[in-house]
């Protein structure tokens, strides 16, 4: 073992073990290191070599720390690693400690808590005019899945020119904008009065709406409230509570379908998807667009019991953060992990009149990651 200022390094089975103190260890081998050298790497980040440029079992003949960084020679002729240490250390730990978007706060009774207390709120006009101001918003609308603005100009369009400043806002068959009213011969629901019962939008399609905004430019002074709850919440609520429906959620295949005379879309997702480390990586779920399910009389039946678990948890009030959002306010929604829906309203004896727009997830991200 050797010490460099307080980093001791060691070499073992032909890993390099660098302990920075305090619990802080890392453990190297010997392929990584070969493939991770600076040189490899363009001077825009990326990657010039291919992993078959490497004999696979390349060894350490040499390790030692020099100044701030860490040498090491191989045999074979691999050239050789140098890399500061603090670049080795920034490698530890999981990679949500760095992405906003994998930090995720999940808020299971949403009846606690308040919208504008609980959440994201900045005024339109600062977040416009400050990036500063729209990454902060940002991180946090990655982290809890919901984020709002106030003080929207109650313009028609302002959602699309707001959501611009987010990320990328694209063009589907509702259009790049929609709007939320009551008309006739509504081609979905949502152009009703009928309250809605949570859901996420669009499952049929593939990748799913990443995020979705909705602006308010005429409220209804009575009904059409907003609904949210957190479905990553949910998710993890059932698999502890009732672990068999849970997993059949997971695992059990639905088409979601969407067809109207110039449109189909259809995609199968589990209603409950999991990321490779096991967890919630989004919930799809949506009432309207299920279609048949296609599967044994048997796992039907398996299903519709783990279908119904998870629907009573979502009708039950204490996950329910309820808010009748006001005119000029504009609300910014995960799709693959909020679920949003309205209670009725009577739009002949008040017009309500929301615009909203939907965003590509990677795009919104990247804004929350670039943003200072
Ligand atoms: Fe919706």
Same mark, same amino acid.
């Given at each position: 073992m050797t !010490?460099?200022? !307080?980093?001791y390094l /060691?070499?073992?089975? %032909?890993?390099?073990?660098?302990?920075w103190?305090?619990?802080v260890r890392g453990?190297? *081998?010997?392929?990584?290191?070969a493939?991770?050298?600076?040189?490899?790497?363009?001077a825009?980040?990326?990657?010039?070599?291919?992993?078959m440029?490497l004999?696979?079992?390349?060894?350490?003949?040499? +390790?030692?720390?020099?100044?701030?960084?860490?040498c090491?020679?191989? +045999?074979?002729?691999?050239?050789? #690693?140098?890399?500061p &240490?603090?670049? &080795?250390?920034?490698t530890?730990?999981?990679?949500? +400690?760095?992405?906003?978007?994998?930090?995720r706060? $999940?808020?299971?009774?949403?009846?606690r808590?308040e *919208?504008?207390?609980?959440f994201?709120?900045?005024?339109?006009?600062?977040?416009?005019?400050?990036a +500063?101001?729209?990454?902060?918003w940002?991180?946090?609308?990655?982290?809890?899945?919901?984020?709002?603005? *106030?003080?929207? @100009?109650?313009?028609?369009?302002?959602?699309?020119s707001?959501c611009?400043?987010?990320?990328?806002? @694209?063009?589907?068959?509702?259009?790049r904008l #929609?709007?939320v009213k009551?008309?006739?011969?509504?081609e %979905?629901?949502? #152009?009703?009065?009928?309250?809605?019962?949570l859901?996420?939008?669009? $499952?049929?399609?593939?990748p799913? $709406?990443? #995020?979705?905004?909705?602006?308010?430019l005429?409220?209804?002074?009575?009904?059409?409230?907003?609904l949210?709850a957190?479905g990553?919440?949910l998710a993890?609520?059932?698999?502890?509570?009732?672990t068999?429906?849970f997993?059949?959620?997971?695992?059990?295949?639905? *088409?979601?379908?969407?067809?109207? @005379?110039?449109?189909?879309?259809?995609?199968?997702k589990?209603?409950?998807?999991?990321?490779?480390?096991g967890?919630?990586?989004?919930?799809?779920?949506?009432?309207?667009?299920?279609?048949?399910q296609r599967?044994s009389?048997?796992e039907?039946?398996?299903?519709?019991?783990?279908?119904?678990a998870?629907?009573?948890?979502?009708?039950?009030?204490?996950?329910?953060?309820?808010?009748? &959002?006001?005119?000029?306010?504009?609300?910014?929604?995960?799709n693959?992990? /909020?679920?949003?829906?309205?209670t009725?309203?009577?739009?002949?004896?008040?017009?309500?009149?929301?615009?909203?727009?939907?965003l /590509?997830r990677?795009?919104?991200?990247?804004?929350?990651?670039?943003?200072?």
């Open positions: !010490s460099t200022a !307080s980093v /060691t070499v073992e089975n %032909n890993r390099v073990l660098l302990d103190g305090h619990g453990e190297f *081998a010997a392929l990584w290191l493939d991770n050298r600076s040189e490899d790497r363009h825009n980040g990326q990657r010039l070599i291919d992993i440029d004999p696979a079992d390349v060894c350490i003949s040499s +390790a030692e720390v020099k100044g701030d960084a860490l090491v020679q191989f +045999a074979q002729g691999v050239p050789a #690693f140098s890399r &240490l603090s670049w &080795l250390r920034a530890l730990g999981p990679l949500r +400690a760095v992405r906003a978007e994998l930090d706060h $999940p808020w299971l009774e949403g009846a808590l *919208a504008m207390r609980d994201a709120w900045v005024d339109h006009a600062q977040f416009t005019a400050d +500063a101001t729209r990454g902060v940002l991180r946090r609308l990655a982290r809890d899945g919901l984020a709002f603005l *106030a003080g929207v @100009p109650s313009v028609e369009g302002t959602v699309v707001t611009s400043l987010m990320g990328e806002v @694209p063009h589907t068959n509702y259009g #929609f709007d009551a008309v006739p011969s509504p %979905n629901l949502a #152009f009703t009065d009928l309250g809605l019962g859901h996420t939008d669009n $499952p049929y399609r593939d799913v $709406p990443g #995020f979705q905004a909705l602006h308010v005429v409220a209804s002074p009575d009904g059409g409230d907003s949210f957190d990553l919440a993890e609520h059932l698999r502890r509570i009732d068999a429906a997993e059949v959620l997971t695992r059990t295949p639905v *088409a979601f379908h969407y067809r109207t @005379p110039d449109t189909d879309l259809c995609s199968v589990p209603i409950i998807e999991l990321s490779v480390e967890d919630v990586r989004a919930v799809h779920y949506n009432n309207r667009s299920i279609a048949p599967q009389a048997e039907t039946e398996a299903f519709y019991r783990a279908y119904r998870f629907a009573t948890l979502l009708r039950e009030p204490r996950f329910q953060l309820r808010r009748r &959002l006001q005119d000029g306010e504009l609300v910014v929604f995960d693959r992990r /909020t679920l949003h829906g309205r009725g309203f009577f739009s002949q004896r008040h017009p309500r009149h929301l615009q909203g727009c939907y /590509t990677d795009s919104v991200l990247s804004q929350a990651a670039v943003l200072p």
